[in-house]
Nanobody
């Protein structure tokens, strides 16, 4: 099992940047595929980006492709989400998640961090 804690959220103007961090506890962080998701008020949670255990494979939602970059540092048990050219529609609570090796589901979630983009 793994515990996840996000940080780095805040208020930023449209066009600005933020970097989110997600730090995991446990010695097996490097075994997990990690993902970022977000949930805007009144909307369902949606996928943002994912990265393989080695960092060699990434995948993005079309809405963030070219603006967001997911990366990880397994030595620090941390996954990042660099968000550039932010838009008001990026406003949401952002969650990181770890995919369960056994179930292949994102079973482990952080508490979320709020990102607010003012226009």
């Amino acid at each position: 099992q793994v515990q996840l804690v996000e940080s780095g959220g805040g208020l930023v103007q449209a066009g600005g940047s933020l970097r989110l961090s997600c730090t995991a506890s446990g010695r097996t962080f490097s075994s997990y595929r990690m993902g970022w998701f977000r949930q805007a008020p009144g909307k369902e949670r949606e996928f943002v980006a994912t990265i393989s255990w080695s960092g060699g494979s990434t995948y993005y939602a079309d809405s963030v492709k070219g603006r967001f970059t997911i990366s990880r540092d397994n030595a620090k048990n941390t996954v990042y989400l660099q968000m550039n050219s932010l838009k008001s529609e990026d406003t949401a609570v952002y969650y990181c998640a770890a995919r369960n090796i056994v179930t292949s589901q994102y079973d482990y979630w952080g508490q979320g961090t709020q990102v607010t983009v003012s226009s």
